[in-house]
Each structure stands twice: as C-alpha cells, then as structure tokens.
C-alpha cells in the first residue's frame, strides 16, 4: 500500500537520522500518526500549510512509502473531507511497529520552500544541507 505525509523541516531531519527507514515517535500532544491515501492532499498540506508554518521550518516535503498491504488495511480509512482526503489513523503508540511494517524506504518526493526559509540548501539534491547531513549520520 502507497502512502504519503506531508513534513515539515525538523521531522524530515528525524526521518533522515534514520536512515529513511522510520517516522520519529508523535510528540506527547499528538495521539495519532496520519499518513495520507493521495499524493495530491500531502502536496497540498505541504505547499499551503507547511511551508507558511513557523513550527515546519517554512519549509513543507512530500515523503511517499510503502506500507505491507495486511498490516495497512488494519487501520480503517477515515474521510476527513471529500473523497480525495482520506487518512490512516495510527495510534501513536503503535508508530514504532508500523515502521517495523514499512517495505523500503522513505523517499522525498516533493518540496516547498516558504518566503521566510532560512536554510541552507544542497543544491544537487533540492533539499536542505541539514536533512542531507542527518542522512549522513547513520
């Protein structure tokens, strides 16, 4: 199964400390882990929100995973709004073991740069200096 989620800076770092193969735990104030069912909402959450959110950095990423199909379908669709915007709601407490279901890695698929980015960036690669050096670190 093909999802999406939308990041800001400082959670793309953390994906990229793992070596692109995990999503760092929810803060203690987010119940739940949502990935997206359409590339086409993350763009929009990531381009229209996350990039004007001081808390992302300005910055909004489109990451696309894999998930093994028997273990996504666990969890049941929910429709936050029209048909083109639904979500998976994965309890946070479950995070750790839904990365444990992941088939491949996280790959960065789309970003957007607000006007108020400050970061520097990898000019080969499009994405800031400082995702490429916690990719590195691993």
Same mark, same amino acid.
């Given at each position: 199964m093909e999802l999406y989620r *939308? /990041?800001?800076?400082? @959670?793309?770092e953390l994906i990229a400390a793992s070596g692109f193969r995990a999503f760092p735990p929810r803060l203690p104030w987010?119940?739940?882990?949502? *990935? /997206?069912?359409?590339? @086409?909402?993350?763009?929009?959450?990531?381009?229209?929100?996350?990039?004007?959110?001081p808390a992302s950095g300005f910055a909004g990423f489109v990451t696309a995973f894999e998930v093994e199909d028997d273990?996504?379908?666990?969890?049941p669709i929910q429709q936050v709004g029209g048909a083109a915007i639904g979500?998976?709601?994965?309890?946070?407490?479950e995070l750790d073991e839904f990365n444990g279901h992941l088939a491949g890695l996280i790959r960065v698929i789309e970003w957007y740069y607000g006007n108020q980015f400050a970061g520097a960036l990898d000019q080969p690669s499009g994405l800031p200096a400082s995702v490429i050096t916690s990719g590195r670190s691993t």
């Open positions: *939308p /990041v800001g800076l400082k @959670e793309l987010q119940p739940i882990f949502y *990935p /997206v069912l359409t590339r @086409e909402y993350a763009t929009s959450i990531a381009r229209n929100w996350n990039s004007k959110d273990y996504g379908g666990k969890f979500e998976l709601w994965v309890p946070a407490g």
